[in-house]
T-cell receptor, first 116, second 111 residues
Framework: AQKITQTQPGMFVQEKEAVTLDCTYDTSDPSYGLFWYKQPSSGEMIFLIYQGSYDQQNATEGRYSLNFQKARKSANLVISASQLGDSAMYFCAMREGAGANSKLTFGKGITLSVRP | DAGVIQSPRHEVTEMGQEVTLRCKPISGHDYLFWYRQTMMRGLELLIYFNNNVPIDDSGMPEDRFSAKMPNASFSTLKIQPSEPRDSAVYFC?????????FGPGTRLTVL
């Protein structure tokens, strides 16, 4: 089974509107972390937001928030007030285990296009 | 800080040639990761190091691939001999806690 599933093939959003990018995960480890990265057309990987499995509140970083639903094993990224510069590929990733440093497993990614 | 540095940024080579990709992690980071990104397989971890020691190389596809980290500030990923299916973007990342910082990547094309 895939550990990280991102099924939306491509998303479009109007500038200044909010958009939700879906991510579901699969793990039997009670301790894990979930990440979102942005990859613009220039190719670099940019860290956006992190959610730990024991975190009581949903993570937020500026216009980014993570809708963490543990029972459903979903970790959707919400981008508020979309900007043209948000057009990029977005990857959800998971770290399993209690160690802060371990390998990340990435989903296939979602393409987001912001329309003016 | 300059961030994670990778070289070369682009590499075009012919099948059968040896290719060496280089990475300089962020100073003070004790973990280093090598990833490969392709359209077909997405972003996949090849190998990672902790304090210069390889911890998990289960993602290394074949014996043609090898990685070393001789010191805390330098790592190499070598492909010998290279094949067209090795064409991909290779990322190096480093970390000292849960956040991994990625380099700009090396785009490898094997003809």
């Amino acid at each position: 089974a895939q550990k990280i599933t991102q099924t939306q093939p491509g998303m479009f959003v109007q500038e200044k509107e909010a958009v939700t990018l879906d991510c579901t995960y699969d793990t039997s480890d009670p301790s894990y972390g979930l990440f979102w990265y942005k990859q613009p057309s220039s190719g670099e990987m940019i860290f956006l937001i992190y959610q730990g499995s024991y975190d009581q509140q949903n993570a937020t970083e500026g216009r980014y928030s993570l809708n963490f639903q543990k029972a459903r094993k979903s970790a959707n990224l919400v981008i508020s007030a979309s900007q043209l510069g948000d057009s990029a590929m977005y990857f959800c990733a998971m770290r399993e285990g209690a160690g802060a440093n371990s390998k990340l497993t990435f989903g296939k990614g979602i393409t987001l296009s912001v329309r003016p | 800080d300059a961030g994670v540095i990778q070289s070369p940024r682009h590499e075009v080579t012919e099948m059968g040639q040896e290719v060496t990709l280089r990475c300089k992690p962020i100073s003070g980071h004790d973990y280093l990761f090598w990833y490969r990104q392709t359209m077909m397989r997405g972003l996949e971890l090849l190998i990672y190091f902790n304090n210069n020691v390889p911890i998990d190389d289960s993602g290394m596809p074949e014996d043609r691939f090898s990685a070393k980290m001789p010191n805390a500030s330098f790592s190499t990923l070598k492909i010998q001999p290279s094949e067209p299916r090795d064409s991909a973007v290779y990322f190096c990342a480093s970390s000292f806690n849960w956040e991994q910082f990625f380099g700009p990547g090396t785009r490898l094309t094997v003809l």
